[in-house]
């Protein structure tokens, strides 16, 4: 089945720093790939996508490519925030049957220290 | 005016108790779904309805019953809880047409059986 493989945290960082995620994944098909961020004590929020291979997606200085030949699709940041602090998911989406169904990694926490 | 809102925020219960868990989504989306999160941050889904019918039932125990009356309301339903169910409980929604599989989260509910 379908899987995502995500950098093990927990990621700390100083304020300006550069960030990396990596993500990679497994996949019979053709999927969408995401980055979802959760801030402390809230539900996941969509920060970005790509829909086909060499796609670039990006938000809010984040910005992740869909790499098919390396089926990976790892987030960057040039330079983080305090604000940026949280935890991130990749993940992709597939179908099941009608409908859409995510698999997400096992999330990397961020922290950015001031 | 919240897309996805989920009631309660927090619940915290004995073991053998049943208890439920509301998902209401104002998106006018298709597709809901009930994610559980585990105290490590790994987000697995549970189930997901397409306009009010079953289409996803991973394995999870018969004690979960998810209920929907229509297609804006998923609501979930533990029989004889467990410590093991002790998680957070994201409910999530999409348009099912939509063929990139962007979902929308609720805030969660924290569920603590003792």
């Known amino acids: 089945g379908d899987s995502v493989t995500q950098m093990e945290g927990p990621v700390t960082l100083s304020e300006e720093a550069f960030l990396t995620i990596n993500c990679t994944y497994t996949a019979t098909g053709y999927p969408s790939l995401f980055w979802y961020v959760q801030y402390p004590g809230e539900g996941l929020q969509l920060l970005l996508k790509a829909t086909k291979a060499d796609d670039k997606g990006s938000n809010k200085g984040f910005e992740a490519t869909y790499r098919k030949e390396t089926t990976s699709f790892h987030l960057e940041k040039g330079s983080v925030q305090v604000s940026d602090s949280a935890v991130y998911f990749c993940a992709l989406s597939d179908r099941t049957g009608s409908a859409r169904q995510l698999t997400f990694g096992s999330g990397t926490q961020l922290t950015v220290l001031p | 005016d919240t897309a996805v809102s989920q009631t309660p925020k927090y619940l915290v219960t004995q073991m053998g108790n049943d208890k439920s868990i509301k998902c209401e989504q104002n998106l006018g989306h298709d597709t809901m779904y009930w994610y559980k999160q585990d105290s490590k941050k790994f987000l697995k889904i549970m189930f997901s309805y397409n306009n009010k019918e079953l289409i996803i039932n991973e394995t999870v125990p018969n004690r979960f019953s998810p209920k929907s009356p229509d297609k804006a309301h998923l609501n979930l339903h533990i029989n004889s809880l467990e410590l093991g169910d002790s998680a957070v409980y994201f409910c999530?929604?999409?348009?099912?047409?939509?063929?990139?599989?962007?979902?929308?989260f609720g805030a969660g509910s924290r569920l603590t059986v003792l």
């Open positions: 999530a929604s999409s348009q099912v047409l939509d063929r990139v599989g962007v979902l929308t």
